[in-house]
C-alpha cells in the first residue's frame, strides 16, 4: 500500500495534470476562432468537436472510474481488470467507433443538414477508439495508486493534443486535420501507456464475473457522462442543425460580418457561420465552468475520506465550503464577462463575433449554474450517492433539449436563433442546479451554503445592471472593473460572504492537498 505521503504528492500531480489539461482546453477554446480565422470553417470544427465531445467524455469519465474501482481493491489482479475492461470497452465503445465511422455521412449529410462534415466527423471518430483503451489503462494506474505515471500521460497528452491541433489549424484552417492532429496525440500517448505500462498479475483469463461487474461501474458513470456533456454541447449542435434544414433565406442577414458565409449563399455555410458565433459564445462562458471543476479535485477526496470515517461534520463543511466557493467564483465571472458582452466577445474573436453578445449572459448563468450542478453532483458522488447525481444531470439535458426543440425558430436569421438557444440552456441548468442543491442537503444542511449560493446569484445579476446604466460614461474595459466591484461590494453588504467563512475554506484546501484521491 502507497504510503500517506506518496498519496499526497500522487494527489498533488494528478491535480497539476488535470489543471494543466483545463488550461490547455481553455486555450484552445479561445484561440481557434481567430485561428480558423472564418467563422464557417470554425462553425464546422466547433459543431464535430461537440458531437465528438459528448462521446469522448463518456469514454473518459465512464472508463477512469470503473477501471479505478476493481483494480484499486484488495487483491486485484491487474490483468484480470484489463482482459475483462478491455471485452467491455470493445463491446460498448468498440461500437460506438464503428457506427460513427460508418454512419459519419449520413449524420453530417441528415441530422446535421451538412455534407462538409462528414470528413471531419470520420476523422474525429478515430478519437474514440484511442480513448476507449487509453482510458482503461489510466484507470488501471490510478487504481494502482500509480499517480505519477497517471498524471505524466495526461499531461503528456494534453501537451501533445494542443500543439498537434493549433499547427494543424494554423498550417491548414482545416477541421478535418485538427482532428487528424487530435487523433495522432490519442494514439500516440495510447502507444506509450502500452510500451510504459506493465501490470502484475496471472495470464489465466479473467473471472466470468468481473465483466459484468466492470459493467456494473461502467454503464451508470457512462450515463451520467452522457448527460452532462449533453448539456455542455447539445445547444450548438441545434443551432447548426436548425439553421442547415431552411433554404438560407435571412440566415446571412445575421452574419452581416462575416460575408463570405452569405456570399455563397450556401446554406450550410451559413448554418456553420452561425454555430461557429454562437460556439465561441458557448466557448467564452464555460470559463466559469472550467474554473470551478478544479474543486472537485480538493473536495471529493475530502467528502470521501470523511464520509467512509463516518465523520459527518467534516463531509459537511468541505461540502459546503466548496459549494460557497463555486458561487462566489462563478457570479464574478458572470458579472465581469456580462458586463459588456459583445465587447468581450470581439476582443476574444474577432469582430464577426460580437452578433453574440446578447446570448452571451444568459450562457454565463447556464455556465454558473451548470459549475454548481457539477460540484454538487461531485460532493453527492463522494459521499455514496452516485445515483443522485445522476438525477439533476438527467433533468437539466432533458429541460434543455425540450426547451431548444420549442424555443429555435427553425430556419432564418442567424442571430434569432442564439438568444433562445442560450435561454434554453439556462432553463436546462437551473433545473439541473435545483434539483442537485436541493438533494445535497443531505450531505450538507442548506443553512450551511444556500445563502451564499442566492447573494452571488444577486450581486452578479446587481454587477451586470449597474455596467449597463454606466455604458454610456465608462468605457467598456472600465464597465466590466465596475460590474465585479458592485458584485463584491453587494456580495459583502448581504453578508453572502464572511470572514469565517473564508477562514474555513482555507482549512479544507489546506488538508486537501495532504489527504489521498
Same mark, same amino acid.
Given at each position: 500500500?502507497?504510503?500517506?505521503?506518496?498519496?499526497?504528492?500522487?494527489?498533488?500531480?494528478?491535480?497539476?495534470?488535470?489543471?494543466?489539461?483545463?488550461?490547455?482546453?481553455?486555450?484552445?477554446?479561445?484561440?481557434?476562432?481567430?485561428?480558423?480565422?472564418?467563422?464557417?470553417?470554425?462553425?464546422?470544427?466547433?459543431?464535430?468537436?461537440?458531437?465528438?465531445?459528448?462521446? /469522448?467524455?463518456?469514454?473518459?469519465?465512464?472508463?477512469?472510474?470503473?477501471?479505478?474501482?476493481?483494480?484499486?481493491?484488495?487483491?486485484?489482479?491487474?490483468?484480470?481488470?484489463?482482459?475483462?475492461?478491455?471485452?467491455?470497452?470493445?463491446?460498448?465503445? &468498440?461500437?460506438?467507433?464503428?457506427?460513427?465511422?460508418?454512419?459519419?455521412?449520413?449524420?453530417?449529410?441528415?441530422?446535421?443538414?451538412?455534407?462538409?462534415?462528414?470528413? #471531419?466527423?470520420?476523422?474525429?471518430?478515430?478519437?474514440? /477508439?484511442?480513448?476507449?483503451?487509453?482510458?482503461?489503462?489510466?484507470?488501471?494506474?490510478?487504481?494502482?495508486?500509480?499517480?505519477?505515471?497517471?498524471?505524466?500521460?495526461?499531461?503528456?497528452?494534453?501537451?501533445?493534443?494542443?500543439?498537434?491541433?493549433?499547427?494543424?489549424?494554423?498550417?491548414?484552417?482545416?477541421?478535418?486535420?485538427?482532428?487528424?492532429?487530435?487523433?495522432?496525440?490519442?494514439?500516440?500517448?495510447?502507444?506509450?501507456?502500452?510500451?510504459?505500462?506493465?501490470?502484475?498479475?496471472?495470464?489465466?483469463?479473467?473471472?466470468?464475473?468481473?465483466?459484468?461487474?466492470?459493467?456494473?461501474?461502467?454503464?451508470? %458513470?457512462?450515463?451520467?457522462?452522457?448527460?452532462?456533456?449533453?448539456?455542455?454541447?447539445?445547444?450548438?449542435?441545434?443551432?447548426?442543425?436548425?439553421?442547415?434544414?431552411?433554404?438560407?433565406? &435571412?440566415?446571412?442577414?445575421?452574419?452581416?460580418?462575416?460575408?463570405?458565409?452569405?456570399?455563397?449563399?450556401?446554406?450550410?455555410? /451559413?448554418?456553420?457561420?452561425?454555430?461557429?458565433?454562437?460556439?465561441?459564445?458557448?466557448?467564452?462562458?464555460?470559463?466559469?465552468?472550467?474554473?470551478?471543476?478544479?474543486?472537485?479535485?480538493?473536495?471529493?477526496?475530502?467528502?470521501?475520506?470523511?464520509?467512509?470515517?463516518?465523520?459527518?461534520?467534516?463531509?459537511?463543511?468541505?461540502?459546503?465550503?466548496?459549494?460557497?466557493?463555486?458561487?462566489?467564483?462563478?457570479?464574478?465571472?458572470?458579472?465581469?464577462?456580462?458586463?459588456?458582452?459583445?465587447?468581450?466577445?470581439?476582443?476574444?474573436?474577432?469582430?464577426?463575433?460580437?452578433?453574440?453578445?446578447?446570448? %452571451?449572459?444568459?450562457?454565463?448563468?447556464?455556465?454558473?449554474?451548470?459549475?454548481?450542478?457539477?460540484?454538487?453532483?461531485?460532493?453527492?458522488?463522494?459521499?455514496?450517492?452516485?445515483?443522485?447525481?445522476?438525477?439533476?444531470?438527467?433533468?437539466? /439535458?432533458?429541460?434543455?433539449?425540450?426547451?431548444?426543440?420549442?424555443?429555435?425558430?427553425?430556419?432564418?436569421?442567424?442571430?434569432?436563433?442564439?438568444?433562445?438557444?442560450?435561454?434554453?440552456?439556462?432553463?436546462?441548468?437551473?433545473?439541473?442546479?435545483?434539483?442537485?442543491?436541493?438533494?445535497?442537503?443531505?450531505?450538507?444542511?442548506?443553512?450551511?451554503?444556500?445563502?451564499?449560493?442566492?447573494?452571488?446569484?444577486?450581486?452578479?445579476?446587481?454587477?451586470?445592471?449597474?455596467?449597463? %446604466?454606466?455604458?454610456?460614461?465608462? #468605457?467598456?474595459?472600465?464597465?466590466?472593473?465596475?460590474?465585479?466591484?458592485?458584485?463584491?461590494?453587494?456580495?459583502?453588504?448581504?453578508?453572502?460572504?464572511?470572514?469565517?467563512?473564508?477562514?474555513?475554506?482555507?482549512?479544507?484546501?489546506?488538508?486537501?492537498?495532504?489527504?489521498? #484521491?
Amino acid at each position: 500500500m502507497a504510503s500517506a505521503g506518496g498519496i499526497g504528492r500522487g494527489f498533488v500531480l494528478i491535480t497539476g495534470a488535470k489543471v494543466w489539461f483545463l488550461a490547455t482546453a481553455t486555450l484552445t477554446s479561445l484561440l481557434f476562432p481567430r485561428l480558423f480565422g472564418d467563422p464557417v470553417a470554425f462553425g464546422r470544427f466547433r459543431v464535430v468537436s461537440g458531437v465528438l465531445n459528448v462521446v /469522448a467524455m463518456v469514454v473518459i469519465t465512464a472508463t477512469v472510474q470503473a477501471a479505478a474501482r476493481l483494480a484499486s481493491e484488495a487483491g486485484a489482479d491487474l490483468r484480470a481488470v484489463r482482459s475483462a475492461g478491455g471485452r467491455v470497452q470493445a463491446a460498448l465503445f &468498440g461500437t460506438v467507433f464503428l457506427g460513427v465511422f460508418a454512419f459519419a455521412g449520413p449524420i453530417a449529410g441528415g441530422l446535421l443538414s451538412d455534407p462538409a462534415l462528414e470528413a #471531419p466527423l470520420r476523422v474525429a471518430s478515430l478519437v474514440i /477508439a484511442a480513448y476507449a483503451w487509453y482510458a482503461l489503462l489510466v484507470g488501471i494506474l490510478n487504481g494502482d495508486r500509480r499517480f505519477a505515471a497517471q498524471a505524466a500521460l495526461d499531461a503528456a497528452f494534453s501537451t501533445l493534443k494542443t500543439g498537434l491541433m493549433i499547427a494543424a489549424v494554423v498550417l491548414t484552417a482545416s477541421a478535418t486535420w485538427a482532428f487528424a492532429g487530435f487523433a495522432a496525440a490519442a494514439f500516440l500517448v495510447l502507444a506509450i501507456a502500452i510500451a510504459a505500462t506493465r501490470l502484475p498479475g496471472s495470464r489465466a483469463a479473467a473471472p466470468p464475473g468481473l465483466a459484468r461487474r466492470y459493467a456494473g461501474y461502467l454503464l451508470p %458513470l457512462a450515463g451520467y457522462a452522457l448527460v452532462l456533456n449533453l448539456l455542455l454541447q447539445a445547444d450548438v449542435v441545434a443551432v447548426k442543425a436548425a439553421l442547415g434544414a431552411g433554404d438560407g433565406a &435571412g440566415i446571412a442577414a445575421g452574419a452581416a460580418a462575416g460575408a463570405a458565409a452569405g456570399a455563397a449563399g450556401a446554406v450550410a455555410d /451559413a448554418a456553420s457561420f452561425a454555430a461557429g458565433v454562437y460556439g465561441a459564445a458557448r466557448n467564452a462562458a464555460l470559463l466559469p465552468y472550467q474554473v470551478v471543476i478544479a474543486l472537485t479535485f480538493v473536495v471529493f477526496p475530502l467528502v470521501s475520506r470523511s464520509s467512509s470515517e463516518g465523520d459527518h461534520a467534516a463531509a459537511a463543511t468541505a461540502a459546503a465550503g466548496a459549494t460557497r466557493l463555486a458561487a462566489v467564483l462563478s457570479g464574478a465571472a458572470v458579472a465581469a464577462l456580462g458586463a459588456a458582452p459583445g465587447d468581450v466577445l470581439q476582443l476574444l474573436f474577432g469582430p464577426a463575433y460580437a452578433p453574440a453578445g446578447p446570448a %452571451l449572459v444568459p450562457l454565463l448563468a447556464a455556465s454558473a449554474l451548470t459549475a454548481l450542478m457539477y460540484v454538487g453532483n461531485a460532493v453527492l458522488a463522494s459521499a455514496g450517492r452516485p445515483a443522485a447525481s445522476l438525477v439533476g444531470a438527467a433533468a437539466a /439535458a432533458a429541460v434543455q433539449i425540450s426547451a431548444l426543440a420549442w424555443l429555435l425558430p427553425g430556419p432564418g436569421a442567424a442571430e434569432a436563433t442564439y438568444v433562445p438557444a442560450a435561454i434554453a440552456t439556462m432553463l436546462g441548468t437551473a433545473v439541473g442546479a435545483s434539483a442537485t442543491l436541493y438533494m445535497l442537503r443531505r450531505v450538507a444542511p442548506a443553512a450551511s451554503w444556500a445563502w451564499t449560493v442566492v447573494a452571488s446569484g444577486g450581486a452578479a445579476a446587481a454587477g451586470v445592471a449597474a455596467a449597463r %446604466l454606466l455604458a454610456g460614461v465608462l #468605457p467598456w474595459p472600465a464597465a466590466c472593473v465596475a460590474a465585479v466591484a458592485v458584485f463584491a461590494a453587494v456580495l459583502a453588504a448581504v453578508r453572502g460572504v464572511v470572514a469565517a467563512d473564508l477562514a474555513r475554506i482555507r482549512r479544507a484546501f489546506g488538508r486537501g492537498a495532504k489527504e489521498a #484521491p
